[in-house]
């Protein structure tokens, strides 16, 4: 296979800078954030519109995942692909995710709410079902994506050198256009509907933070998340009032089911025109994570800039935590009124009809929950759970089963050599 000079060559730890570091956790936190703000069964009131509002943390993940991106498809390339991106996945679902729901319904047992949440006949009966199918609340799906994502881009970069960007947009917009409930099973939907993102990150990732980035003075970082903060609150203060744009967007790409069923039916033409409505979700999103990322993430060494590198812990284990806090809200009838964390008084009239008085204390109430998330990402990339949790997140020790290949030597040291033996010869 031939690739771009700039896509040879293997991306270190020692090459990566502070801000990609720096935004790959605070990337993170905003995945919690989204989470804990729509948690099934607590139903924050203002979940909805915050899970509008940083819905680029998908895109936002997709182009650093890019950067990190292993570009030719070498031994020693594929071995870190199962290594670091399949065996977390085979180990979270058939080890890590059982034995932690184990725990949790032991644990809950003592209130009466001893329920278990997997079904463990069903996983253990059909493992090709569990590795491929992906359900709602299955936080396992970025890592299908992320393993399509890299074996698809070389293809691309290997056949359509020249137009791999024209390709990759291409298998975007036709995510559009998928009608079969297989298809969103398979996560092909997700995959092909975020490919993009995947493509230009690694595209341009690479050669953007393989370089000293200038820094920023601390105050144009602050108004830069003055403004964040400002556009959550704007979503929640006057979501209703969106824009029809906003609107036809908002909800693509579904996770989980084909836009068929979201077309209009006394609108036939919806159907020609979702090339459209995908490349706006393109443009609305994939704008919005780089406003992000050149705004609001520090360029220099933070305090949880190395926890940047280990992200997939709280990716993987988040999912346990907020469903130990969901079953234990669920005992007693309790989500019925979630006052366990906030206290509103306001009847269900006024949650369908809120007042701009309820909609600032929910602004209140989604500050507070970007604190909880970040402690909690914090938290779970913190070293005691990596030393807890390396073996299934991070199964460094799978290597010893891997033979490792020869050092490729780099291009213009092929051209000198081949020179020299061409002198030799005369």
Request: charged share 15%; aromatic share 14%.
């Amino acid at each position: 296979m031939v690739f771009p000079s700039c896509w040879v060559g293997e991306w270190t730890e020692a090459r990566c800078n502070a801000m990609l570091d720096n935004a790959k956790f605070l990337a993170m936190v905003l995945v919690l954030f989204d989470h804990l703000a729509s948690l099934p069964g607590i139903q924050l009131p203002p979940g909805r519109a915050v899970s509008k509002a940083v819905r680029f943390h998908m895109p936002l993940m997709v182009l650093l995942s890019g950067c990190h991106s292993l570009k030719a498809l070498t031994n020693d390339r594929l071995s870190r692909i199962v290594v670091f991106t399949v065996a977390p996945l085979v180990i979270f679902k058939f080890v890590l995710e059982p034995s932690l729901d184990l725990l949790t319904t032991t644990v809950l047992k003592g209130n009466g709410a001893g329920v278990n949440h997997l079904d463990l006949g069903a996983l253990y009966n059909d493992p090709l079902s569990v590795l491929l199918m992906t359900k709602n609340w299955d936080e396992a799906w970025y890592l299908r994506c992320l393993i399509c994502w890299r074996f698809i881009a070389p293809l691309i970069a290997c056949f359509f050198l020249r137009c791999g960007s024209v390709v990759a947009l291409a298998i975007g917009v036709s995510s559009a256009y998928m009608q079969y409930p297989a298809f969103d099973k398979l996560v092909w939907t997700h995959t092909a509907a975020l490919l993009p993102f995947f493509w230009f990150g690694s595209l341009f990732g690479q050669q953007l933070f393989s370089r000293p980035i200038p820094l920023w003075p601390a105050t144009r970082l602050a108004i830069g998340w003055v403004a964040f903060l400002g556009y959550i609150c704007f979503w929640i203060l006057f979501e209703d009032q969106a824009d029809v744009l906003l609107r036809a967007v908002e909800l693509f790409p579904n996770n989980w089911q084909s836009m068929r069923p979201l077309l209009t039916r006394e609108c036939p033409a919806d159907f020609l025109f979702l090339w459209a409505r995908y490349l706006g979700f393109l443009m609305l999103r994939g704008t919005t994570a780089i406003l992000f990322l050149v705004n609001c993430v520090p360029r220099s060494q933070m305090p949880f800039t190395r926890l940047g590198s280990f992200t997939i812990y709280p990716y993987l284990l988040h999912r346990c935590v907020l469903d130990f806090v969901q079953r234990t809200v669920l005992v007693g009838g309790k989500a019925e009124c979630p006052g366990w964390i906030w206290n509103w008084a306001c009847g269900d009239s006024e949650r369908h009809h809120p007042s701009l008085e309820l909609r600032l204390q929910w602004c209140m109430q989604s500050a507070v929950s970007l604190l909880l998330a970040f402690a909690l990402a914090y938290l779970l990339a913190s070293w005691p759970f990596r030393v807890l949790f390396e073996w299934a997140c991070r199964p460094k020790w799978l290597k010893r089963f891997f033979r490792p290949s020869l050092p490729e030597a780099e291009p213009a040291a092929l051209q000198a050599k081949a020179e020299l033996s061409k002198v030799k010869a005369l």
